[in-house]
């Protein structure tokens, strides 16, 4: 399995929000964006998606182009995308959740949703409980759980961390690193969150107005201060980057 990614150009409006981005994941990897809010990184995860109405470039999965299909049909090619609101459904069931992102019969359906409740212990003790009765982390993971209950090859996962407490980002942390291990998936993560992104991921894509301005492994951009200071602001045990004032992508996006 690979999947790429090339010369993605988006548009909100009139605005151009990329020029021309491109990277790849191979099978079982998971790769980060990294960049300053409004750098690019959640529009070019929304371009793979299919979920912008204004984008260019080539979207290949599996040696399939995708770029032109509808968002549906990319997934059902196995690209599954987890938005950074997570757009749980508040009066429908955790286990309901769930089975939303299921294709196939019903035996298909109850099947995928306990692979999802064993891989995530958590969850099977809230089956029953409504989703506007979850804590933020309690909707990631229903949120990554619906991602992953189609049996995607690629999953992409915009800002995972937003607005969780320290203790619970440990938590989702080892979750998500063991995904290529237990699903057989890749991962496409779009982070804020300099210190998450490069502790389970392999590579570090960095995003700046737009453009891909650096590609390292996460090791190496870890020892490369003159980086993380000229493209994120900040250091590698620093949580954020800081949001250039009044740049932010149209829907909250980054």
């Given at each position: ?152 090859k690629v999953l992409l996962l915009d ?96």
């Amino acid at each position: 399995m690979r999947f790429e990614a090339r010369d993605l150009r988006a548009w909100y409006g009139t605005a151009q929000a990329l020029f021309g981005v491109g990277f790849d994941v191979d099978e079982h990897e998971i790769i980060a964006l990294l960049g300053r809010n409004g750098a690019g990184k959640t529009t070019a995860l929304r371009s793979c998606a299919g979920v912008i109405c204004r984008a260019r470039g080539s979207v290949v999965l599996d040696a399939q182009e995708l770029s032109g299909q509808a968002a549906y049909r990319r997934f059902r090619r196995g690209l599954s995308w987890v938005p950074d609101d997570r757009r749980i459904f508040g009066n429908l069931s955790v286990e309901e959740n769930i089975r939303l992102g299921v294709r196939g019969s019903r035996a298909d359906v109850a099947a995928r949703a306990e692979e999802i409740f064993e891989a995530f212990p958590m969850l099977a003790g809230l089956r029953r409980r409504y989703g506007k009765e979850l804590s933020g982390g309690q909707q990631q993971v229903v949120a990554i759980g619906r991602g992953l209950a189609s049996r995607p090859k690629v999953l992409l996962l915009d800002e995972p961390t937003e607005g969780l407490a320290p203790v619970i980002m440990d938590s989702l942390s080892e979750q998500i690193s063991l995904l290529p291990k237990i699903f057989g998936v890749s991962v496409v993560m779009a982070e804020s969150n300099l210190a998450f992104a490069l502790d389970i991921s392999s590579r570090a894509i960095v995003f700046e107005n737009g453009r891909v301005v650096a590609q390292e492994s996460a090791s190496a951009l870890r020892n490369a201060p003159e980086t993380l200071r000229r493209f994120l602001g900040l250091g590698v045990n620093d949580e954020r980057p800081a949001a250039p004032a009044g740049h932010d992508e149209q829907g909250g996006g980054t």
